[in-house]
């Protein structure tokens, strides 16, 4: 999520807690279902349960690169993906690029600066036909820019007719000592091509607090099942399952189902602590992504006689995929993946859910979003995926 050799405490805002195990590949941890809506994640209480579905298998080998390498609005590497399924569109979250001046500033603004006032870039890539091998074409058809809304790490796009909407953090709080921000709140608006930047105190916006109390609010859209997910911050990372239609209303009182992000296990000796990089929900299932991009050091905040190691090695990276059970908040599996390991820099950037043909919606993809390119500042950006469905 950022272009720094280093791990720095900012990247503890993301873990998500990552346990220490010495054995890679195999999901052992738990995170707390809830039954009562209006219960603290803390309760530990049973999951009043969503209608069982099919599971993407994380595992195994992925098919081959939906895009690869493709060129975006900004040169920063992308932080999210989200697909309309509907209209055949998929969008891209990025940092606004340092050294670009946007309409009504007397300046352009620097990369570090971008980060901590929140300001983002959305990239519509309007999607072609589908190739037999499962790879995709298209091109990019419009952009927007975001200010004061935070860092991107997932969002949540809903088709509208021929629009489409984006749920997204909003109202960034900055992080002075580590020069970024998360966004507080949540909010949905129209996607609109523009080089006029849309404010987070814009008006028009839909504004949302789904958890009193919360900081660090992200949202992804279920599309199978049209429904929302909130991931947010209250005495740790918890996820909420919502009526897409009750929380476009406002209603958040009663949620489908909540957990608490469950923490995977991984053999840290060797791969460190993988960054949080994003999320999907497809059914019954919650899929996450952990990884660094390659050449990433721990850094040893409390040893410093013990040696920095490379946790995320080149051609092998720290990029692990995890389902979890949302009727348990137990982790299905745990995966070391290699998909795109040919790519230069290679960061993992966001989950999301594609449904390649609407005539068929019983057939979906989970797609990972992945930052590359040789040079800071001219970073592309890649999509793989995972088709693999079973019925547990």
Request: glycine share 12%; with cysteine; net charge neutral.
């Amino acid at each position: 999520m950022n272009n720094t050799s280093q791990f720095n405490r900012r990247d503890f805002l993301g873990w998500g807690g990552v346990a220490a195990l010495t054995v890679a590949g195999v999901g052992s941890g738990a995170g707390a279902a809830l039954a009562n809506p209006g219960a603290s994640p803390a309760t530990g209480a049973t999951a009043a349960g969503l209608p069982p579905s099919k599971l993407i298998r994380v595992e195994g080998n992925t098919g081959p690169a939906y895009f690869r390498e493709e060129t975006l609005r900004e040169g920063t590497v992308i932080q999210s993906i989200g697909f309309d399924n509907i209209n055949r569109r998929l969008y891209y979250a990025q940092l606004i690029q340092g050294g670009r001046q946007l309409p009504g500033e007397s300046a352009p603004l620097s990369g570090d600066t971008r980060d901590l006032h929140g300001d983002l870039a959305v990239t519509e890539w309007t999607l072609g036909a589908d190739a037999a091998d499962g790879s995709g074409t298209g091109r990019m058809t419009g952009y927007m820019y975001l200010r004061g809304f935070g860092h991107g790490v997932s969002f949540g796009v809903e088709p509208s007719g021929s629009s489409t909407y984006l749920w997204t953090e909003v109202d960034a709080v900055q992080n002075i000592k580590d020069k970024t921000s998360r966004g507080k709140r949540l909010c949905r608006f129209k996607f609109a091509s523009s080089a006029t930047p849309l404010d987070a105190t814009n008006a028009s916006l839909q504004k949302f607090t789904p958890v009193p109390g919360s900081v660090n609010n992200t949202a992804s859209v279920d599309p199978l099942n049209n429904r929302l997910i909130v991931r947010y911050s209250l005495g740790g990372m918890h996820y909420r399952v919502h009526d897409l239609a009750k929380a476009r209303a406002g209603d958040f009182s009663a949620p489908l189902v909540e957990i608490a992000e469950p923490a995977i296990s991984i053999d840290r000796n060797r791969y460190g602590k993988p960054s949080f990089q994003g999320y999907a929900v497809g059914g019954s299932y919650l899929y996450m992504l952990h990884g660094n991009s390659y050449g990433k050091k721990q850094d040893h905040d409390d040893d410093a006689a013990t040696p920095d190691i490379v946790i995320s090695p080149p051609g092998e990276g720290n990029t692990f995929l995890t389902s979890v059970d949302l009727n348990t908040g137990q982790i299905v599996r745990t995966f070391h993946s290699k998909a795109g390991h040919t790519l230069p820099f290679r960061e993992p950037e966001g989950l999301a859910i594609q449904i390649p043909k609407t005539a068929d919606p019983g057939v979906y993809r989970l797609c990972m979003g992945f930052a590359s390119g040789e040079q800071s500042g001219q970073r592309k950006a890649s999509v793989y995926y995972k088709d693999s469905l079973i019925q547990p």
